[in-house]
């Protein structure tokens, strides 16, 4: 009895093609198309190098990652400019400045430690 051998031809991997994604702006006054990428993360951090375009320019609003096969909104994220004005001076917690510290205090207080 002659044994035969079967031979599966093996498909080459290909990756999958990758995801693209449009960036729209929606504020106020409808939604607009700012930007386009693909590959990337389903995530809101996706969209942060445009955060940063619009709060340069003083824009509001949403930002949406929409996928551009099916047009479904996959994250968001709001964008508000910052209240601050040039010139407002910012203190950190604790500051001698601040009232309800004591860090300043305690720091003084408390004994050395001596060398010998």
Do not use: N, W
Request: aromatic fraction near 4%.
């Amino acid at each position: 009895m002659a044994r035969s051998l079967t031979v599966f031809a093996r498909r080459p991997i290909c990756p999958d093609p990758p995801r693209l994604f449009r960036v729209d702006h929606r504020d106020g006054d409808g939604t607009r198309a700012i930007g386009a990428v693909a590959d990337v993360a389903a995530h809101h951090a996706s969209l942060e190098p445009y955060v940063s375009t619009l709060l340069r320019d003083g824009a509001d609003g949403e930002l949406l990652l929409v996928d551009a096969v099916t047009g479904s909104v996959v994250a968001r994220r709001a964008v508000r400019p910052y209240q601050s004005k040039p010139g407002d001076s910012f203190r950190s917690s604790g500051s001698p400045a601040d009232p309800g510290s004591r860090r300043d205090e305690r720091l003084v207080s408390e004994p050395a430690v001596p060398t010998t």
